[in-house]
């Protein structure tokens, strides 16, 4: 196995309101865990498309455009106790594009229960830099380097 399979490809939407403020969600599976979007690359697929698929199947929508991508992929590993039973212990974490996109609805047609098999139980829009500190911690090297790449499109406009 080299390398690159020990991680699961996939994409993170940080969504941006018109407020600058960033939707985040608190998984079902781990109460207090809030996260933006993200989800796995399907084979073949792009990952402009799945991180648009990803909106629809976690929030019931992707009336967002994308308006910036990370420059490389993001990788984050597993805490050791979590690397055994996550994704049936294939991966050792996830290597991540990440996408910013503007939210072009309103916040009435995001909808947790859309999918068969919700992931979030509640939402939210928050400051960009408080992020970091809603994440579960072996991530928060990872939104650390999202909020650097993507602070700018949060900048207050006078």
Do not use: C
Request: net charge negative; proline share 4%; no cysteine.
């Amino acid at each position: 196995m080299t390398e690159g399979d020990i991680y699961r490809r996939g994409v993170g939407a940080l969504l941006l309101n018109d407020q600058n403020l960033v939707f985040v969600a608190q998984r079902i599976d781990t109460p207090g865990a809030w996260q933006m979007p993200q989800g796995g690359i399907d084979e073949g697929e792009d990952p402009r498309e799945t991180v648009m698929r990803e909106l629809i199947e976690e929030i019931g929508t992707d009336n967002a455009e994308i308006v910036a991508e990370t420059l490389d992929w993001l990788v984050y590993d597993l805490p050791d106790e979590l690397r055994n039973t996550v994704w049936d212990g294939k991966y050792r974490g996830q290597k991540q594009k990440w996408f910013a996109l503007r939210f072009l609805g309103n916040d009435s047609d995001i909808d947790l229960d859309a999918d068969d098999h919700p992931e979030f139980d509640t939402w939210k829009w928050v400051p960009m830099d408080q992020l970091t500190y809603l994440i579960v911690p072996f991530k928060r090297s990872l939104y650390d380097n999202i909020v650097r790449e993507f602070s700018h499109l949060a900048a207050k406009t006078s």
